[in-house]
């Protein structure tokens, strides 16, 4: 039961799978265990990541995020210095004061078990808590899941029935819709463009005004990462020495306008969505969009495009979110929006999907032309492999955003000159996806484990 200002979320680099999830889940679980009255006598907390979790846990501070949500931090609230600080002297100490609880010894090395042998058969990033109480069992445990963009399940609410594979759309909305053709059926019905249908839905949970508060937090947000990433300089960490490059190009492009036109759009758009990702792999402040390793995407097309003289354009933005999180309610809800499920295809190729209708309607597409773009800008990235040098954000990842960005902006002008006889529909490639996820081999869906990954040297 999704609101388009579930897909995004402020939170922490480096991924929204790996770090803002499982915040989530330890800090969950320890309200979990506080309400079954487990937690004030706890004396020693074990966890247990699994899968992807696992495999790829180290390069994308799985264990700092863990220990950040066990003393109650929250990936919208943590401030990025602070986080580091916290991480470092209880690594240090080897103390952790839990969240709502007592104060216990806690080692990193021994409490945090990287279990990259088991792999759920549920979904890929698990992730198994245990609270004891002075004896040798557990008084308390829970297994959930990082399910992609930030989302977290337990146990059994993945193993609930669903209604076949597709999550029902948010509760109590008047207009819900469950594929694209459901959605465009509805816009024709009523006369309305894809931003006004989902806003007809987000009214049925909260007041109009409040959605569109946080639709400006949210742009205003993904402008400031755009504008750290370009300010700040240096290496990024994690061990393989990638020196940030978006401060650099930026003051090319201020410094000489205009002296390359043919390919200045191309230089704006990966400057702005390699800032963003920049920012992501150092740990900094992005919004999920729909996920971190994808966050570039969608601020660098709304950057050029909805931002003049240095202000946003908070009209524009608005459109084009609302679109865009209506394209990505889609695939969260027909397919999945997790690198562990679906390879990159699920990150930076719904990132590309949405940016290019969100792009598409604040050209002034109506809805069916909306889709047309999210299909093209899905349809050039099926069977794009997660495979991340080190378990790092970072190779490929940066150049994917920029990329990733130059795409949709692309989709989006197809489809406006198009001919209205599309072929392909957005449900079909949508279904393609998915399956396509399905087929792909473990070790190209943010495993480590195959393509760049292991050839690449990473230290």
């Given amino acids: 039961m999704l609101s388009i200002l579930d897909l995004f979320r402020i939170g922490l680099g480096p991924s929204s799978s790996h770090t803002v999830g499982p915040m989530r889940i330890a800090r969950r679980f320890l309200q979990e265990a506080a309400k079954a009255g487990k937690l004030a006598g706890a004396t020693r907390i074990h966890v247990e990541l699994q899968g992807s979790l696992a495999l790829t846990g180290i390069g994308h501070g799985t264990d700092k995020a863990v220990i950040l949500g066990l003393i109650g931090m929250q990936p919208e609230t943590a401030d990025p210095i602070e986080a580091e600080e916290t991480f470092r002297r209880i690594v240090r100490d080897k103390r952790i004061a839990l969240a709502d609880g007592p104060e216990i010894d806690f080692n990193p090395v021994k409490n945090i078990e990287f279990c990259t042998e088991i792999v759920p058969v549920l979904h890929p990033n698990g992730m198994v808590l245990h609270l004891y109480s002075g004896g040798e069992a557990p008084v308390y445990s829970r297994t959930y899941f990082s399910t992609g963009g930030g989302f977290i399940a337990s146990k059994q609410q993945l193993e609930k029935p669903a209604k076949g594979d597709v999550v029902p759309s948010a509760k109590g909305a008047p207009y819900p819709f469950e594929s694209a053709k459901e959605m465009i059926a509805l816009c024709k019905a009523h006369g309305w463009r894809v931003d006004e249908l989902v806003l007809h839905n987000e ?77 992501n792999a150092a740990g900094g402040r992005v919004v999920t969009s729909p996920t971190n390793g994808a966050a570039g995407i969608i601020p660098s097309v709304i950057r050029h495009y909805c931002y003049e003289n240095g202000k946003l354009d908070h009209a524009m933005a608005r459109r084009f979110l609302t679109t865009a999180g209506g394209i990505g309610l889609l695939y969260k809800q027909r397919a999945s929006i997790s690198g562990a499920e679906m390879g990159c295809q699920g990150e930076v190729g ?16 109506d809805a069916e032309s909306v889709c047309v773009a999210a299909e093209i800008g899905m349809e050039h990235n099926l069977g794009l492999t997660c495979d991340p040098v080190g378990g790092l954000v970072q190779i490929p990842c940066i150049e994917r955003n920029a990329f990733g960005a130059v795409k949709a902006a692309n989709a989006a002008r197809l489809a406006l000159h198009g001919t209205g006889q599309h072929k392909v529909s957005l449900d079909q490639v949508i279904e393609t996806m998915r399956q396509t996820g399905l087929d792909m081999s473990s070790k190209y869906k943010e495993t480590s484990t195959g393509g760049l990954a292991v050839n690449v040297i990473a230290c």
């Fill in 350 to 365: 719904v990132a590309c999907s949405m940016a290019a209708g969100g792009l598409a309607a604040v050209w002034g597409a």
């Fill in 203 to 279: 009214d049925a949970r909260r007041a109009r005004e409040k959605t569109l508060k946080r639709l400006d937090k949210i742009a205003e947000t993904m402008m400031a990462c755009i504008d750290n990433g370009l300010s700040h300089t240096g290496i990024l960490p994690g061990g393989l020495e990638v020196t940030r490059r978006a401060p650099g190009l930026y003051q090319k492009l201020k410094n000489n306008p205009g002296s390359n036109e043919r390919e200045e759009l191309f230089d704006w758009l990966n400057v702005y969505a390699m800032a963003v990702n920049e920012e």
